[in-house]
């Protein structure tokens, strides 16, 4: 599946950040949501992505920003109405991602039945890690994600608990919105998550395969 142009820094493309949510059951329930049957989607903007040793930014309108840890799937092959069969034929590899989500502000949404974009979509709230090859992740579902806050585990999940599996993800979305070289698919986070404030230090990692951490600063109005 080679790609015309290298996927390595896949957050300098400025394509699609797609997020399934409610992908992990106790993470459904944590929140007081129904197990979904249909994968949930929505969209973060491609000026969400920040990379380490840049800031994760507070936005000025929340006071309970949360930490989801997750699984992204970088797409190295584009395509529409992919089989599940052949989906990962259209995986490049992987990167440990953050769904920052201001959970107040959703939670506003959700009632007022409005889109979840002040809550999900804001500048730096997908942190993304180095890019990680396909050949070094044998199984996508057999991974154990973390993330800790200032030194205390928030999260420890495992990717073989996702409600729906990265090839079925990929067939579903595809039949929705056509997939493109440099797509990024988060996958859902598992339970534990909650609030981080002011210079909190996040570190998070994907078993022995990679770390990330960030700090958090307020941003500037
Ligand atoms: O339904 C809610 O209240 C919240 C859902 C999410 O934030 C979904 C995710 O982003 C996720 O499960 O990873
Ligand atoms: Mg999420």
Same mark, same amino acid.
Do not use: Q, Y
């Given at each position: 599946m080679a790609s015309s142009r290298n996927l390595s820094r896949f957050w300098e493309w400025g394509r699609k950040i797609i997020c399934v949510?409610? +992908?992990y059951a106790e993470h459904a329930k944590e929140l007081k949501n129904e197990v979904p049957t249909e994968p949930v989607l929505f969209l973060?903007?491609?000026s969400a992505y920040v990379r380490e040793g840049a800031p994760v930014l507070l936005p000025y309108y929340t006071n309970n920003l949360h930490h989801e840890v997750e699984l992204g799937v970088v797409i190295g092959k584009g395509g529409t109405n992919i089989a599940q069969s052949n989906a990962m034929d259209h995986v490049e590899g992987y990167a440990l991602c953050l769904d920052m989500s201001a959970r107040d502000v959703q939670d506003q949404c959700k009632k007022k039945?409005?889109?979840?974009?002040?809550?999900?979509?804001?500048?730096?709230?997908?942190?993304?890690?180095?890019?990680?090859?396909?050949?070094?992740?044998q199984d996508p579902h057999n991974l154990k994600i973390w993330l800790k806050v200032n030194d205390n585990l928030r999260q420890?999940?495992?990717?073989?608990?996702?409600?729906f599996s990265v090839p079925f993800l990929i067939s579903y979305i595809s039949r929705i919105i056509t997939l493109e070289e440099g797509d990024l698919i988060l996958t859902g986070t598992p339970k534990g998550v909650a609030a981080v404030g002011e210079n909190d230090e996040m570190a998070a990692?994907?078993? +022995?395969?990679?770390?990330?951490?960030?700090q958090i600063k307020k941003q500037l109005q």
């Open positions: 949510g409610r +992908n973060k903007a491609p039945g409005l889109p979840w974009t002040l809550a999900k979509a804001f500048d730096t709230s997908c942190p993304v890690s180095d890019f990680i090859p396909k050949e070094t992740i420890e999940g495992h990717t073989s608990s996702m409600i990692g994907i078993d +022995n395969i990679i770390t990330m951490k960030f």
